[in-house]
């Protein structure tokens, strides 16, 4: 029985690395980014913007990076997202862009 529950623990514990933004909403957070973030990235960095994330030398490197920089630009802007708001950004931008697994 104990060694059926930590088996379950672990296989939970598993899945729940494999999406770092799960309960978050990624059509949400497209919108956002639609809303506040292309415009900024394209004048930035040409075309759509997207190559922002896709750059060679890019600064976010992991999941927690990506919250990090979302926050940050969203206090530098001056958006007042709250933090599921963030987190929506995060999960469309993983999912598109990044592919973090945890």
């Known amino acids: 029985m104990k060694s059926l529950l930590i088996g379950s623990l672990i296989l ?3 899945i729940a690395s494999a999406e770092p933004f799960a309960s978050a909403d990624a059509n949400a957070g497209k919108a956002l980014v639609a809303k506040n973030c292309v415009s900024c990235h ?3 960095f ?3 913007g997207s190559s922002i ?3 060679e030398f890019r600064k976010v490197k992991t999941s927690k990076g990506l919250v990090a ?3 940050n630009c969203n206090t530098m802007i001056g958006l007042k997202w709250f933090e599921d708001e ?3 950004v995060a999960k469309y931008l993983n999912q598109t862009y990044y592919k ?3």
């Open 53 to 55: 994330y896709t750059r």
């Open 86 to 88: 963030e987190l929506n």
């Open 100 to 102: 973090f697994t945890e």
């Open 69 to 71: 920089q979302v926050r």
């Open 42 to 44: 394209a004048e930035s």
């Open 12 to 14: 939970l514990s598993g």
């Open 46 to 48: 040409g075309s759509d």
